[in-house]
């Protein structure tokens, strides 16, 4: 049974990278160092939802600056972060009226300054191992590069609610969940989360900003 959990991983992390990716292009990655920091705004176009193919509604996002944590004068060499150079949690959950949100923090753990740009993908993960249906929604908030010195963090804010929709009678609760940072392709960070969102695991996503509080 675990290898076959194993597989259906494999095949979801792909799909949600495939989304990802898409969405990146379609918002239009940061220029480069030396060519500028703010590129031409792209309409978004829908991308494959976070998991099992599900279709989420993608936002149309546009680069809007350019927002520095923890500001180093050599911001300007760093390049893209990627997941090696990550370390991922999920920060205190605020609750309320069926409601919750929570900060997904991302840190950079390396020894150099590094930046993100956009959203991540998500798939959670039962108790057993098994791939949990979730539905990653994306907010229409214009995303920023943002820079990360070593030890600095950006977040990304998470909501959901936990109230069944429809004919839902009881909501699948999550153990871990699977984070791909964004733009990374294959390469994913996995965490505990235990988190129980109802509307068929519909999780809703901001693009990465600044800091590691909401």
Not at 11 to 16: E, G, N, P
Not at 73 to 80: L, Q, V
Not at 162 to 179: D, H, Q, Y
Request: glycine share 10%; hydrophobic share 40%; net charge positive.
């Amino acid at each position: 049974m675990r290898p076959s959990n194993d597989a259906r991983r494999l095949a979801l992390v792909s799909t949600v990278t495939a989304g990802v990716v898409m969405v990146s292009v379609a918002c239009g990655s940061p220029a480069p160092s030396g060519h500028g920091l703010t590129p031409a705004a792209r309409p978004a176009t829908p991308a494959t939802s976070a998991a099992q193919g599900s279709t989420g509604t993608n936002s149309e996002v546009a680069t809007q600056g350019l927002r520095v944590a923890g500001a180093s004068t050599g911001s300007a060499a760093a390049k893209r972060c990627r997941t090696a150079a990550l370390s991922a949690r999920v920060g205190a959950v605020d609750a309320g009226a069926g409601q919750r949100y929570a900060p997904l923090v991302l840190t950079n753990k390396s020894a150099r300054s590094c930046w993100v740009y956009g959203f991540a993908g998500l798939i959670m993960i039962d108790g057993r191992g098994d791939v949990l249906r979730t539905r990653t929604r994306r907010e229409a908030v214009g995303a920023q590069r943002i820079t990360l010195r070593p030890g600095a963090s950006a977040h990304a804010r998470m909501h959901w609610t936990v109230v069944p929709t429809g004919r839902e009678t009881r909501c699948p609760e999550s153990a871990r969940l699977i984070i791909l940072p964004p733009d990374e392709v294959g390469a994913h960070l996995e965490i505990p989360f235990k988190a129980a969102p109802c509307d068929d695991g519909r999780i809703d996503v901001s693009p990465m900003a600044s800091g590691s509080r909401l």
